[in-house]
């Protein structure tokens, strides 16, 4: 392992920010890397459940992008005053602090805003701009716990604002939850007593998404039982089936004078006032009095909690921030157009009457809550994996709690494949980008089963054609009508994957039939793999938004992966004629692949045109142009002879799973060199890039695509682009072929670039905010530990290096401390069963016995 000075030099190299072991604590909470003031500007925190909506902490200590309604809201911060300067004053955080000489001071409880908010035609730009705040700040985390760190020479205290949602692994329900949960650890640092007070302000903006709607006749009220008091937020005049109708709750768990608003003082005159009152009426002492506005649509509500802090003493102030919307619709289209108009609603509104029933349902868990997500994210942090790796899977983790993923009232999980800032990006949990994704499997394994249980039980017909998107409702899943070949490939591994995870039987009989049936039609006239010979030349739509015509290593090694899990799945059904038919395709298919596609140094594809619309399946014609627009006797938009980054990614999966090779081992190893040597830049000042940039300036990459033998004249749009999710699959390769150093100087690279200074580092981006196919990161942990589970076999295995490895497998997670020929295994959370262990290169050993173990260890000499 490398020592922390190592580590810090490297990431300075990077220009990136200083990293911190795992072993640091931030008090109670655990810390993977932190980010000084210069690098906290971009950072926001997604905070909330899975399939929940979200609302963001700030690097600075704020919170922001309210996104809890059903869609994307970047830079929501709620208010529904119009006029210029108004709309960037949203809901916020204030400290009042008196000491015995009677001096007082009253603090925003955040950090400086970044200098590129200071110009605008309206003067500065960033949320309540003018009032006075904290001068120093920094940002620890170790996801999904956020803690800024606030202090001012010139102020009595110090304050921690930390947040985080519950998470933990094989534990849905308990990571689903709508909440914040905010605690403001405050210290008194000097050597008097202190009177300090906090106080909370959230607008009722139910009705109002930040785009959409308008809120009518909303109500706040006080709600003080069981020792909880709050303000309960509601609506008497938003249209109860509307999208943006529900409820919201705000409510302090301290001791201490506690106060109230439930509306702030009505406009009076042309300037309004309203905020000047509130400062001035809790600067004053610390308590908020009442006001009244019965004229208010949208009432502010304002909560408040005083005590008394001794010389030294530190106190957590404690509030949660709930919310329950009900009425989720189809999908967007651009416009805002629904593509049905249908309600699907929200599988965790089904969980909860309302936002108060979160908090009544939450509260008598939320020591426990706490102490399993502690539990997770300390025993995955300090697992001997390296800090770039952990900090990839771990903060895209993130996305899973965002408006990208949600679950509908039926319990299914459906994806955008990103987000704008306003709506969805490109809908129908498009099977060519989730593809790539490796973290729901291995953390929420039943979640993972309903995307299966969407791909085979609503999106492919009884011809075995997969709609690579799915429309809303479900009945009407299968209306896309066209099918992508990687993606459907793609989707055949990871109902394999999901299989072998759960070991959940009845689920592959169930969907067995479909399976098959996807497999088989490839083989239709006009399709993938006409001629039935194991390799796919025909049109194949995929993931590059084009149709590549003739064969390529990237449908054809999904293709080889998919012949491959299929034919195990069919041995295991008894239907050994399918499975010998598989096998026999992907040993010619393998075979053709390794003589016909490898140039010696990678793989590149053989450009067959098919010269007539009659040589192409009508599902297969027409997905990324429109009729007649391709040139089918010189198509363009072709890979070629280019060196493409993810061109193993079937490979990948299949180590993954563990298929092994799909092609020589040798070759293989051979084509991730050659993609490190080909599509690494690194400056990207130096690269012409004639798409989407997602690196610049002196920030290092790996190109879509390399062109060291010549390209064709129109390439594939995003050959000069960089992507993370396509840098990840190819790093993580390396890692897989022994090419470390490669691997992980790869992986640095992505994190420099999301540094929180020029781009969040929970927010990689492709085709919108929190694209999905960067959470293939988590897959970087597999190849790490090489770890590999069969709920089917209920058998194990790991990497024989010497060191302590996290592992989960969506039901289960633990440790698995390697040494001397020896495994010292533990199961955290869950339970396991296992039959077999192996450590790769020593040995496997049967374990006598059938071994279910549940939080408890289990030593294995081999």
Not at 198 to 222: E, M, S
Request: charged share 25%; with cysteine; glycine share 10%.
């Amino acid at each position: 392992m490398k020592t922390i000075k190592q580590y810090i030099g490297i990431f300075l190299l990077l220009n990136s920010i200083f990293v911190l072991t795992a072993q640091e604590k931030s008090g109670d909470w655990p810390v993977l890397k932190t980010y000084d003031q210069d690098h906290i500007q971009k950072i926001k925190m997604p905070v909330g459940g899975i399939g929940t909506g979200t609302i963001s902490l700030t690097g600075r200590g704020s919170l922001e992008d309210w996104e809890i309604m059903n869609r994307p809201a970047k830079g929501f911060n709620p208010t529904l005053e119009n006029w210029g300067p108004a709309k960037v004053k949203g809901p916020f955080f204030v400290i009042f602090m008196e000491d015995k000489n009677g001096e007082k001071q009253t603090r925003l409880l955040e950090g400086t805003p970044d200098e590129s908010y200071y110009e605008g035609a309206w003067g500065a730009t960033s949320n309540n701009h003018g009032l006075p705040r904290f001068g120093k700040a920094e940002f620890k985390t170790a996801y999904p716990f956020g803690q800024t760190f606030l202090s001012d020479k010139n102020l009595p205290v110090e304050v921690v604002v930390g947040a985080f949602n519950p998470l933990i692994p094989g534990k849905v329900d308990e990571s689903s939850i709508p909440m914040v949960i905010l605690n403001y650890k405050v210290k008194n640092t000097s050597n008097k007593d202190i009177k300090i007070a906090l106080a909370g302000t959230i607008q009722n903006f139910i009705g109002f998404d930040g785009v959409r709607g308008k809120a009518i006749k909303n109500a706040n009220t006080i709600v003080e039982k069981n020792g909880v008091k709050g303000i309960h937020y509601t609506s008497n005049g938003v249209d109860p089936k509307s999208e943006q109708w529900g409820t919201m709750s705000f409510v302090s768990l301290n001791d201490g004078e506690t106060s109230y608003r439930t509306a702030w003082q009505p406009k009076t005159s042309r300037w309004d006032k309203k905020r000047l009152d509130f400062w001035d009426d809790f600067s004053a002492d610390g308590v908020l009095e009442k006001r009244e506005n019965k004229k208010a649509n949208a009432p502010m509500g304002s909560l408040a909690v005083k005590t008394t802090l001794k010389a030294g003493e530190e106190k957590n102030f404690k509030f949660l921030i709930s919310w329950h919307f009900p009425n989720r619709q189809t999908w967007d289209k651009p416009g805002f157009q629904k593509l049905i108009k249908a309600t699907v609603g929200n599988y965790y509104t089904t969980k909860y009457k309302d936002s108060w029933d979160v908090i009544s349902k939450t509260l008598p868990r939320l020591e426990v809550l706490e102490k399993e997500t502690k539990s997770f994210v300390t025993t995955f942090i300090e697992s001997d994996i390296a800090e770039e790796v952990k900090e990839a899977a771990l903060f895209n983790l993130a996305h899973l709690r965002t408006q990208l993923a949600f679950r509908i009232k039926s319990g299914h999980l459906l994806g955008w494949e990103g987000l704008f800032d306003t709506r969805g990006s490109c809908f129908g949990s498009c099977t060519h980008v989730w593809n790539y994704e490796q973290t729901l499997a291995f953390l929420f394994g039943e979640l993972s089963k309903t995307m299966r249980d969407v791909e085979y039980g609503y999106a492919t017909d009884d011809d075995g054609l997969m709609s690579f998107r799915v429309y809303l409702p479900l009945s009407e899943g299968q209306k896309w009508g066209k099918a992508a070949a990687d993606g459907q490939m793609g989707s055949i591994m990871k109902f394999y994957r999901d299989w072998q995870l759960s070991g959940d039987d009845a689920f592959l009989k169930q969907h067995w039939a479909k399976v098959k049936k996807s497999l088989e039609f490839c083989w239709i006239p006009g399709g993938w793999d006409a001629d039935k010979n194991g390799v796919m030349e025909g049109s194949q739509h995929n993931t590059m938004d084009v149709e590549y015509f003739g064969p390529n290593p990237q449908m054809g090694f999904w293709y080889l992966g998919a012949l491959k899990a299929s034919a195990e799945m069919a041995n295991y059904v008894g239907d050994q004629k399918f499975a010998k038919t598989c096998k026999n395709l992907y040993n010619q298919g393998s075979t053709w692949m390794d003589e016909n596609l490898f140039n010696g140094e990678y793989y590149v594809q053989h450009i067959q045109p098919p010269m007539s619309r009659d040589n192409v399946a009508p599902s297969l014609m027409d997905v990324a142009t429109k009729k007649g627009e391709t040139d089918l006797t010189s198509p363009d938009f072709q890979l070629g002879n280019g060196v493409l980054v993810d061109q193993l990614v079937g490979q990948v999966f299949s180590h993954i799973v563990g298929l092994g090779y799909l092609g020589k081992e040798e070759n293989i190893k051979k084509t991730m060199k050659s993609i490190k040597k080909y599509n690494y830049v690194d400056n990207m000042a130096s690269h012409a890039n004639f798409h989407r940039s997602y690196a610049l300036g002196d920030e290092s990459a790996l190109l879509m695509a390399a062109y060291p033998n010549g390209r064709p004249e129109k390439p594939f749009p995003y050959y000069t682009e960089v992507m993370t999710g396509f840098e990840y699959t190819a790093a993580i390769g390396m890692l897989q072929e022994g090419l470390t150093e490669d691997g992980l100087l790869c992986i640095r690279n992505i994190r420099a670039r999301y540094d929180g200074k020029k781009r969040s580092p929970f927010n990689e981006a492709e085709a919108g905010h929190h694209y999905a196919r960067s959470m293939m990161a988590w897959a970087g942990i597999l190849a790490t530990t090489e770890f590999h589970y069969s709920a089917v076999e209920k058998s194990m295995s790991f990497t024989s290096k010497p060191g302590t490895y996290f592992w989960s497998n969506g039901y289960s997670y633990g440790t698995c401390l390697v040494q001397n020929k020896q495994a010292e295994l533990t199961v955290i959370s869950g339970f396991l069963e296992l039959n077999r262990f192996t450590l790769k290169g020593i040995g496997s050993k049967k374990l006598k016995g059938k071994k279910v173990l549940s939080n408890e260890k289990l030593i294995i000499k081999l």
